[in-house]
């Protein structure tokens, strides 16, 4: 089912909407697979997206606590 979003979607629109919910831009994005999980997302990466989906759309860079 998902495959078949990006297919209708396209996968312009799915590497966007990625950037946005927290994916680097420079990342590598496989073209046409993204939904497969084929492409190389750092562990923070999906982390920022995961707290995206979390607080309704608002994202938030990642804060790195050196020290408490």
């Not at 495959?3 to 994005?29: D, F, W």
């Not at 497969?36 to 707290?51: D, N, Q, R, Y």
């Given at each position: 089912a998902f495959i078949q979003v990006e297919h209708a979607l396209g996968s312009a629109e799915v590497a966007r909407m990625a950037v946005e919910m927290?994916?680097?831009?420079?990342?590598?994005?496989?073209?046409?697979?993204?939904?497969?999980?084929?492409s190389s997302i750092s562990p923070l990466e999906m982390a920022t997206?995961?707290?995206?989906?979390?607080s309704e759309g608002i994202r938030r860079?990642?804060?790195?606590?050196?020290?408490i």
């Amino acid at each position: 089912a998902f495959i078949q979003v990006e297919h209708a979607l396209g996968s312009a629109e799915v590497a966007r909407m990625a950037v946005e919910m927290g994916v680097r831009p420079t990342t590598k994005l496989a073209d046409g697979y993204l939904t497969l999980g084929v492409s190389s997302i750092s562990p923070l990466e999906m982390a920022t997206v995961s707290a995206t989906l979390a607080s309704e759309g608002i994202r938030r860079d990642p804060t790195v606590i050196s020290r408490i």
